[in-house]
């Protein structure tokens, strides 16, 4: 829950595990990933600028196998036809995404209110 203004964000913390449900930690390198505004639907918010992340916010998954990200959705969803949001983390990788190490993630929806 967001609640006191534009200086405020929403932190989740996204770890990587296995098929299993095993935590996992990256051996060679750190993973760049990306979020991505969806709907509860799961279809993409066509103005993907009304996600912004938190200056302190790390894209990148270290040897430690989790990070913190925190952002805010500048909209409400009452302007989006009071659909609630997810956010999708994935891996940021080539376009055909054959490079691609680790799955993709949806967060619970969230309703953005005034």
Do not use: W
């Not at 006191?4 to 760049?32: E, F, M, T, W």
């Not at 990933?33 to 912004?52: A, G, S, T």
């Not at 956010?87 to 969230?110: A, N």
Request: proline share 2%.
């Amino acid at each position: 829950k967001d609640e006191g203004g534009r200086d405020h964000c929403v932190d989740i913390i996204v770890k990587l595990k296995d098929k299993d449900g095993n935590y996992v930690y990256p051996k060679s390198q750190a993973i760049k990933i990306i979020l991505i505004l969806k709907y509860e639907n799961l279809i993409n918010v066509r103005n993907q600028d009304i996600l912004k992340l938190s200056m302190d916010s790390k894209t990148v998954i270290d040897d430690s196998g989790f990070t913190l990200i925190r952002f805010r959705i500048e909209e409400v969803s009452k302007n989006h036809q009071n659909q609630m949001f997810c956010i999708c983390v994935e891996e940021l990788c080539s376009e055909d995404k054959s490079e691609s190490i680790i799955g993709s993630s949806v967060s619970k929806p969230l309703k953005v209110c005034s």
